[in-house]
Every structure is written in C-alpha cells, then in structure tokens.
C-alpha cells in the first residue's frame, strides 16, 4: 500500500541535543511538508520542499533544518536552538503540480523533552 | 495572507444528532478548500475538498460542505452522528498563488465529542 511513514512514534529529546525525525513516501510525490501540532493550534507549517534539491520555510522554521536529497525522503532535524520542541510533528506529501490535489499524512512523531 | 477561523473549539453532539462545524477563510482569489478528521495520535484523513463548480460538496463518511463565497465559509454537515465520529476536524485553504500549489493553511480545529 502506498503511504507515508514517520519513525520514530515517540522520541525524547536531551537538552542541547540535535533529533532527527524520519518521513518517508512511497506515493511518488513531489511534495513534502512538515508541520507542528501543538493543542489550540493547528498545524503550522515549518518547512516544505516542491522538489529534490529544494526547499522552503515555513511560518515556524526557526530552530529546524531539512534536507531533501531522494524524492521519496524529508528528514527534519529539531535542533538544540529550538526552545520548545515538545509537540507533535506530521509530515506530509502532495501532488503539487496541480491545484486541489489534498496532503496525504503520516501517522505523527510525538517529541517530548527529557 | 490568508487565513481560517474555526469559531468553535469543542463541539458536544448526542449520537445521531445533526452536526454543522463552522469554518471561516479569508483569501483574495477562488480557494481551494478542504476538511480534514483527526483521530488522537493519528495522522490527518481528507474528508472532502472544494475547488469551483457546485458550492456542496460531498465527502467520505457521510460528510458533506457548502461554500458559500458571499459568507467566506465552507461549514462541514452530517445529518446523523455516529460515535466514531469523535475526533478533531480541521479546515485547510491552499495557497494556490504563482505556478506551485500545495501549501496549506489550517484552522485551529474544532474537537468533537458524541454522547451516547
């Protein structure tokens, strides 16, 4: 089946530590995006890449960095200058090239601080 | 820029009572719309989406939306809840300037909780 996979379900954090969390697609999309959930706030974008090779800030990207090096791969890494890394993360893949066309999700990283 | 706005926060409903959840936008040109269902710790299911030809739009599950343009909303309706409706749904506009697409704009969602 095709979808998107998010590892690891859970992760703690250490202070000054740099996490990495994973986002694969195997739905050949161009598209990838990362987002935050915090509860009262929706999701809000961090970064999105259109293509490999490329990618853009979102509206929280401060603290976070990514790299989109294989199609099917997004990897964001939560660096230690992000202050309040304690959320849900969701990734995300579309077909951009068109309008209308909906974000497929995974099933979320929960990072808590230790 | 633009916006949503899920006015309600927390919706209670008794199971196969009738369900409208509001939602607000603000964009300058045609938007593309969408609702989104959120189990806990889940990732987002599309529920249905809207982008131009007839203003009600059905989705999965029994859902349905209206845009209406004059009103700047795309308010989600069931006509008869189920309890495994429960969840937090959301309410997306796509950024659909430029040649790229995709970019989404999420409201702040609202909870819905079925009494049995």
New interface residues.
């Given amino acids: 089946d095709g979808g ?1 996979t ?1 590892s690891p379900k859970y992760l703690f954090r250490k202070e000054g530590q740099n996490v990495t969390l994973s986002c694969e697609q195997n739905l050949n999309h161009d ?1 990838m ?1 990362w ?1 935050r959930q915090d509860p ?6 961090i970064y ?1 890449s ?1 293509i490999v090779n490329d990618f853009q800030k979102g509206d929280i990207a401060e603290g976070y960095s990514v790299s989109r090096e294989k199609k099917e791969s997004f990897p964001l890494t939560v660096t230690s200058a992000q202050k309040n890394p304690t959320a849900f993360y ?1 990734c ?1 893949s ?15 990283t ?1 990072l808590s601080i230790l | 820029a633009q916006s949503v706005t899920q006015p309600d926060i927390h919706i209670t409903v008794s199971e196969g009572a009738s369900l409208e959840l509001r939602c607000n936008y603000s964009y300058g040109a045609t938007p593309y719309l969408f609702w989104y269902v959120q189990s806990p710790g889940q990732g987002l299911q599309l529920l249905l989406k809207y982008f131009s030809g007839d203003t009600l739009v059905q989705g999965i599950k029994g859902f349905e939306a209206e845009f209406k343009r004059s009103q700047s909303s795309f308010n989600l309706r069931k006509p008869s809840v189920h309890w495994s409706d429960a969840a937090e749904y959301f309410c997306a506009v796509e950024d659909a300037g430029g040649t790229s697409y995709g970019k989404l704009t999420f409201g702040q969602g609202t909870i819905l909780t079925v009494h049995p």
Wanted: glycine residues 12%.
């Fill in positions: 998107i998010q598209a995006y987002y009262g706030q929706g999701l809000r974008l999105y259109q969701l995300a579309s077909e951009h090239r068109l309008p209308n066309q909906p974000q497929h999700f995974g099933d979320g929960r």
